[in-house]
């Protein structure tokens, strides 16, 4: 169903280290007839072919339809641009679109795409960031996560994460980068897909940054709270209790852990329960943008239980664990 035009557009971005299967992946996006008509930014330098039809030439960016009503918009320099003159266009008329994939650069750290999103007023009014998807190629990934400081921000920032190439490796090697990068980004799921063969709706529906979304915890995520064996500096904590959170006190603490080691924070989401409020809160964000917003209400038999998750370079795994348990309301202050 074709979102009404005056409803904020879902952007998807998808990324991944050189050789990942993006492409691959994009190209299925705009081959499947899934009812939703896409509009790609590819933020890349240099000619880019999708589905072998389209170049880019001289120009700084070129529109092109495909043939299932897609569009293809290649930006050479300010993202913000073309997501500004691809809005204008649409509210005149000129081209259609449901929601916008930007497929990053193999080499980009997705930080400066997420930030300009989050930040932008003019993106903010018209646009709504649902997730971040990155492709990690199985057969070469361990060696990217060990050289590459992209290669892992690009896992610690992903909503989901899709393993390709799985039939470059044995089972063995499947399942020891796969437990990596659950080590490293315990709050993502992540698939193995051959060619492409990802779910589309898994692929474009993630709400990972929809605020009234709740953290969906998977049975075996305690165990991805242990420091990584592996040499990646991206790695997570885990934060939970059934014991509610004093607010005036957790968002002194926030308001300082992001001044101080924002930086170092890829992702970070959890979901809260504040001494004397019935309410469910949100709490995410990026480096040192965040949000705290209303979730869906506690239900009658639900435990009210607080979870945190932090995800980022050398975390501050001390700092977090003492400043989130005196920000507990049960524990007195001397």
Known sequence: MNAPAHRAIPVTVLTGFLGSGKTTLLNRLLADHHGQRLAVIENEF??????????????????????????????????KRGLVDLHKRRMAGEIAFDRVVIETSGLAQPAPVVQTLLVDAYLG????????????????????LDRHPEAQEQVGFADRLILTKPDLVDAAGLESLSNRLKDM????????ASFGDAPVDWVLDVG???????????PGFPRYAMPTVHTSH??????????????????????????????????????????????????????????LSLGEPWQADEPRESVLVWIGVKLPREALQQGLEKCLADVALT
């Open 125 to 144: 009014a018209h646009y709504r960031l649902d997730g971040i998807v990155t492709l990690v190629d199985a057969r070469h990934g361990p060696e990217q």
């Open 234 to 291: 991206v790695e997570s904590m885990v934060y939970r209790t059934s014991r509610p959170f004093d607010r005036e006190r957790l968002d002194y603490l926030l308001e300082m852990i992001l001044e101080w080691y924002g930086a170092d924070l890829l992702r970070y989401k959890g979901v809260l329960a504040f001494e004397g409020d019935p309410r469910r809160w949100i709490f995410q964000g990026v480096h040192r943008q965040r949000t």
């Open 185 to 192: 980004n315990p709050r993502a799921e992540l698939r193995v």
């Open 208 to 218: 990972g940054f929809d605020p009234g979304s709740v953290l969906a915890l998977h």
């Open 46 to 79: 240099g000619a880019v072919g999708v589905d072998g039809r389209i170049l880019v030439r001289d120009a700084a960016e070129e529109v092109v339809e495909t043939e299932n009503g897609c569009l293809c918009c290649t930006v050479r320099g300010d993202l």
